[in-house]
C-alpha cells in the first residue's frame, strides 16, 4: 500500500457515504469509531476546537479496507490495521503536518503506529490506556439476584450521575474527563450523550449504575459500570449491567459491547459469567511533543 491510498477529507457527511458501510460490517470491533464519528456528525466536526475534525479511508480495489479520524481535540481513532498500513498512515500525517495528541486503536495498530510516530515527528509515545474488548453472547443473568429493580435516570438524577461519573474517572485515572466534568463541560465529555440506568435496593436508594450509547450501527456500548466502593461486592454492577444489556437488545442491537480493565479479575470474571465474550485487546498511547 502506498500513503497516497489514504483519501482525507473535512466533510464528516462525504466520509460516512463512502465508509459507513465498512465501518457498520464490524460493529463491535469498530465500536468506537461508530459512536465518535455520530457525535461528530449531529453535534458539528469542529465544534469543540478550532482544528476542524479529519477523516481518512484507505481504498482497495474500490473499496473501503479501514478509516481513520482525528478529532478536534487531536485524538486520533484507527480500525485495525498491519503494522505496514500503520506505518505508512503515520509517515503520511507526518508529511501532511498533522500533530495528534493521542491514538487509540486495537493492541497491534496503536502499538504499530505509535512506533512508527515516534521515529516521523520525534514525539514520545506513552502507554496510557489498555483494555479488553467484550461483545454479549448469550445474556445470563446472575444468581441470586440481588434485591431492588432497575431505574431508568432522568433530570432529577443529574448530580448523581455527574457525581459518579466523576468518581469513575478518579478510579481509572480518566484525567481528561475529570477536568472536563470540574469545568462544567458536562456535555463535551464522553458522559454527556450517555443513557443512564441505576439500579435501586427496594427502598429506591441508588446502589450502582451503568450507561449505553445510543445504537449505530446495530451496537451498543455499555460504559460505563460504576459503584461506590463501599457497595462493591454484593452483586449490584451485575444486576444493573444485565438491566441495560437486555434493554439493548430490547432496542434492536445486535451488538452490546463493553470495555474492561485487564487489571481488573474481578470485573473481566463477572462480564464473563453473564455472557460477555471477549473479542480483542485495545490500547492507548499519548504523545509528547519536544518543545
Not at 461528530?40 to 473501503?64: D, K, W
Request: hydrophobic share 35%.
Amino acid at each position: 500500500m502506498l500513503p497516497d491510498d489514504w483519501q482525507l477529507t473535512e466533510d464528516v457527511d462525504d466520509f460516512l457515504a463512502r465508509a459507513d458501510d465498512f465501518l457498520r460490517s464490524r460493529p463491535a470491533l469498530h465500536n468506537t469509531p461508530l459512536t465518535d464519528i455520530e457525535k461528530l456528525r449531529t453535534r458539528g466536526a469542529n465544534a469543540h476546537g478550532a482544528e476542524a475534525a479529519v477523516f481518512g479511508r484507505l481504498e482497495s480495489g474500490g473499496e473501503v479496507r479501514a478509516i481513520f479520524y482525528r478529532t478536534p481535540r487531536g485524538r486520533l481513532g484507527l480500525t485495525p490495521l498491519s503494522a505496514k498500513q500503520a506505518g505508512h498512515l503515520a509517515t503520511h500525517l507526518a508529511e501532511l503536518g498533522h500533530s495528534p495528541s493521542n491514538v487509540i486503536a486495537d493492541h497491534d495498530t496503536a502499538t504499530a503506529f505509535a512506533e512508527t510516530w515516534q521515529q516521523h515527528a520525534g514525539a514520545a509515545p506513552e502507554l496510557f490506556w489498555r483494555t479488553h474488548l467484550y461483545r454479549l453472547g448469550a445474556l445470563t443473568p446472575p444468581q441470586p439476584r440481588p434485591e431492588g429493580q432497575g431505574r431508568i435516570a432522568d433530570g432529577k438524577d443529574r448530580e448523581q450521575v455527574v457525581c459518579w461519573c466523576r468518581e469513575f474517572c478518579v478510579d481509572v485515572g480518566e484525567q481528561s474527563s475529570i477536568d472536563l466534568i470540574d469545568s462544567g463541560s458536562w456535555a463535551d465529555s464522553r458522559f454527556g450523550d450517555r443513557h443512564f440506568t441505576f439500579w435501586e435496593t427496594p427502598d429506591g436508594t441508588p446502589v450502582s449504575m451503568a450507561a449505553t450509547t445510543s445504537i449505530v450501527g446495530g451496537m451498543i456500548r455499555v460504559d460505563p459500570v460504576y459503584t461506590p466502593t463501599y457497595l462493591r461486592g454484593r452483586g449490584h454492577a451485575g444486576a444493573v449491567t444485565v438491566e441495560v444489556s437486555r434493554a439493548a437488545l430490547a432496542a434492536g442491537a445486535t451488538d452490546v459491547v463493553l470495555f474492561t480493565d485487564p487489571t481488573n479479575p474481578t470485573s473481566n470474571a463477572l462480564y464473563q459469567r453473564i455472557g460477555y465474550v471477549h473479542v480483542a485487546d485495545f490500547a492507548g498511547y499519548k504523545f509528547t511533543y519536544g518543545t
